[in-house]
């Protein structure tokens, strides 16, 4: 292997541990101190490997290495920074690491690239009030300065809407773009295979449901007169995953955050607040799901509100970009295979505008977003490898 | 009437206001800053009713008047000053206010009882980390100091053991107590009988429950391979609903509060944290309940924890103090009836060691720990009467 093994884990260590709980795993939340810290510190990394440092006012930040011809449009590579809450420690990072560790190879190896390079670390990819992918859609003009949901919340993170326009890019200084992840899924690790050249992302839509009961003292109203926001979300929780199975692999349903109000031991619940996640890689079947959930809530009560918060749809990567990742595994005698990613990634959204290309790894027993994520470093130097020959191939 | 109607009214709300949300509903949490500026005002108030005032160590005020022979034990009367997030403006109010226009009233007309009189307002009887009651319980001497889940939680409030003991009463300096409070419940209004004469109050058991799953990305983790702990928990809740209609009739169980762990919108809940209430006026048919719930669980899953953590058992008032309110309210010409209280009160802890009763007077709708609950001025100025004919009576 050409890449340094020992500096790619040494640079991953550094940073992957910013935001290290005392449960272990990472909280490195977007716009946290934590999110901070980290950007400081890979901003000084990238500029000790030599490139020429920016982070923009949504806190992602960019490093550019000049080209043969440096008129030409980047290739750009990355991921995201920002992590869930106690999630786990290579989701995102690798991607960034990765990229840092073939700049420094480069370097090693005197090599200058035909176009420019440009190693990205995103802000707020993970779930957000802002929906995920944030600075990634923002970078990629997929957000409208119109979107009266997102106006609400800028200010929540210090944030105006000039400073979207700012981070918006001019995609034709683009040239294509690669990014390394895990799998978070059982597909590779099951196959023993590597490297997953992704295909396809799904897509993610996001409902916001208020169940409206009655809030009242516990112990003196009977069952019978009760209007108990939690046992119509309980209802609605199990019809959901009625539906999701019905409809059959790839799609799954989640509910990952549900809030009572009041919220006390003695006081029936008044309201429930809950949101519903739905991913698939066929559109259709994520409008079917809707329809059945909308469907289902209108019979179940008409104290119930749904709101879509989120519909970003599936999207296909670049076939070029797929042919080169997989001549660059054939090449270095990787195993790799076509995939489907369930997750979405930056370079979901950014493949809707860029050639874009994702290199999976395995993830050990499919576990992320959990202290327990694993990959092994063996993969993790394999996968960035083939990321060295992806770009030198473009 | 000897009452001030006036006078009752100013006094609760000024002290009933303090606390008081955007949304309209009263949020005065025990041992909260809201507490402790009603209690500092309700001591002044008390003081300039001539009785003799003390706060404990945990927050509840006393106020002693004197009596013909003032070596006699007490007569105390009296609720609690907490309310529950967003509750309601009479719930523990009342009792207190009535207390002190009774003291006023008995100014006014020159009289001395025969006992001395103590007004109280506990602190605490709202559901906390405490249980519910905690400050009449722990002056009833109902309390274990050895309690290992109140030690763990006594710093939370900044108490130490000591001031538990501190807090404790010599009941023998207690002849009798009086509460006067708002229903909760329906069964005055539909009546349309503006007292109840409380004879037996419901027993409340509480259980925490830990049910645990696999926290796992929600795009890549298929439906068949996942451990939602929320869809463990919506079967828990359709069961214990269940098991509470089949019961019958008063008895009662509300989940009221329920957490998940990590709580995001694209991680699968990994754990759910939530508290079962149980209650009844047959503490056998709240075990049985127990029963059934703890069998449900052992199918449902091994990967759920399930403690008691609430067990007070139902208490019947005392019959002769029922007696004297029920010749009261005759004497008076107010109609009244005999009732029994689906919540708990500091009252129900009391009647364990003193002889007490219990005056309720009508909720509007039964609505309760609401922002909605509302008593009318009328039946408030009647519980008031009662409760001063009660005590020229013992």
Known sequence: MRINKERLKNSMLEIGNIGKDPTGGITRLAF????????????????????EVKQDRLGSVFGRRYGEDDTLPVIMFGSHLDTVKNG?????????????EIINTLNDLGRTTKYPLELVAFNAEEGSEMGGTFASRVMAGLISPDDQY??????????????????????NEIKAFIEVHIEQGTVLESEQIPIGIVNGIAGITRYKVIITGEANHSGTTPMRLRKDALITAAKLILKIEDIAVELGEPFVATIGTL???????NVIPGEVELIIELRDLDQHKIETA?????????????????????NKTPVKTDPGMANI??????????????????????????????????????????????????????????????????????
């Open 150 to 171: 997102l106006q609400e919340h800028l200010p929540e993170y210090n944030l105006r809407p000039e400073d979207l326009a700012a981070a918006r890019r001019d995609l």
């Open 259 to 265: 809030e009572i109000k009041p919220g006390a031991v």
């Open 88 to 100: 786990g420690f290579f989701d995102g990072l690798l991607g960034i690491m990765a990229g840092l």
């Open 325 to 394: 990742i997989e001549t660059a595994c054939k090449k270095l005698e990787i195993p790799g295979r076509k995939i489907l990613s369930g997750a979405g990634h930056d370079a979901k959204e950014i493949a809707r505008k860029v050639p874009t290309g994702m290199i999976f790894v395995p993830s050990i027993a499919g576990k992320s977003h959990c202290p327990e994520e694993k990959t092994s470093w063996e993969d993790i130097y394999l996968g960035t490898e083939v990321l060295l020959e992806t770009i030198l191939s473009i």
């Open 290 to 310: 809707g329809e059945k959930i909308t469907s289902y809530i209108n019979q179940l009560s008409k104290d119930i509100q749904i709101e879509k918060i989120v």
């Open 32 to 51: 946290s101190p934590e999110y901070n810290i980290a950007a400081r510190r890979l901003s000084q990394m990238m500029e000790a490997a030599g490139l």
